[in-house]
Nanobody, 126 residues
Framework: QVQLVESGGGLVQAGGSLRLSCIVSGRTFSIYGMGWFRQAPGKDREFVSAINWGGTGTYYADSVKGRFTISRDNAKNTVYLQMNSLKPEDTAVYYC???????????????????WGQGTQVTVSS
């Protein structure tokens, strides 16, 4: 049974930083791509970032490019999202996700992801 558990969310002032973590259990972590999505109140879930199984390919939404960094530690079964220069519009519930297929990565569409965490709230105050 694949499980994803996010942590690291919280309340931060604009311009601040947070690092989200997502630990995955129930599978061989190192052969699966990972993604981060977010959903603000009243809005659709949107792509934030993705990383391939080896960590050699990373992808970002234009809205976070240059401010957020995705990384992974395959020895710890964990993917991270370092968020710097946070803005009030970054406020959302952040979810990590992974596809069912190994050696596969969906860079934009949530439809390419099959397993999701419960989410962690990020609130950025102005």
């Amino acid at each position: 049974q694949v499980q994803l558990v996010e942590s690291g969310g919280g309340l931060v002032q604009a311009g601040g930083s947070l690092r989200l973590s997502c630990i995955v259990s129930g599978r061989t972590f190192s052969i699966y791509g990972m993604g981060w999505f977010r959903q603000a109140p009243g809005k659709d879930r949107e792509f934030v970032s993705a990383i391939n199984w080896g960590g050699t390919g990373t992808y970002y939404a234009d809205s976070v490019k240059g401010r957020f960094t995705i990384s992974r530690d395959n020895a710890k079964n964990t993917v991270y999202l370092q968020m710097n220069s946070l803005k009030p519009e970054d406020t959302a519930v952040y979810y990590c996700a992974t596809p069912r297929r190994s050696y596969f990565l969906s860079t934009m569409s949530s439809a390419g992801y099959d397993y999701w965490g419960q989410g962690t709230q990020v609130t950025v105050s102005s």
